[in-house]
C-alpha cells in the first residue's frame, strides 16, 4: 500500500514566506500540485480539504496584492516514474473503464494547466483545485 503525505504546514509556510519576496508592486502565483485521485481512497479526507482550504486562505490573504492561489490535482499522467505501469497494456482495459479519455495524460497536458495559472489569463482564476485527470473523478 502507498502512502501519500500532502503537508500542508510546509505549503503554509511557503506561501505566507513568498509574498515579501516578490517584486513591488506584488503579483504572482502560488500553485502547488496534489494527487487528488490519491486523496479519494487513500489520503483522510482532511488533508485534501487542508490544500483546499489553503488555496482559498491564501487566495483572501493575497488577492489584494495581486496574487493568485491555485493548486493543480492531476490524474494519471505517463511519465518517466511510471512509463513501466503505462505501458502495459494488461492494465488498459482499467485505464479505459475509469478514464472517460481512456488513456494516461501526456506531461504536456498538465504543463499546459500550469503554464495557464501561472499566465495573465488565469488572473482572476483564484483559491481553486484544478483538475487535470480526463474525467476521471466523473466516475469515481
Known amino acids: 500500500m502507498r502512502h501519500y503525505v500532502i503537508d500542508c504546514p510546509s505549503l503554509s509556510l511557503s506561501a505566507f514566506a513568498a509574498p515579501p519576496l516578490t517584486p513591488q508592486p506584488p503579483a504572482g502565483t502560488f500553485s502547488p500540485m496534489g494527487r487528488r485521485e490519491s486523496w479519494r481512497r487513500r489520503v483522510p479526507p482532511a488533508a485534501k480539504k487542508g490544500l483546499t482550504r489553503l488555496m482559498r486562505g491564501v487566495a483572501v490573504e493575497f488577492g489584494p496584492h495581486g496574487i493568485t492561489s491555485n493548486a493543480i490535482a492531476p490524474g494519471w499522467f505517463a511519465t518517466e516514474t511510471n512509463a513501466a505501469m503505462a505501458a502495459n497494456e494488461e492494465l488498459m482495459p482499467f485505464v479505459r473503464q475509469r478514464i472517460p479519455v481512456q488513456r494516461w495524460g501526456r506531461p504536456d497536458e498538465?504543463?499546459?494547466?500550469?503554464?495557464?495559472?501561472a499566465s495573465a489569463a488565469a488572473s482572476f482564476v483564484n483559491g481553486d483545485v484544478l483538475t487535470v485527470?480526463?474525467?476521471m473523478t466523473v466516475r469515481m
Open 110 to 117: 498538465i504543463a499546459g494547466a500550469a503554464l495557464f495559472l
Open 133 to 135: 485527470n480526463g474525467g
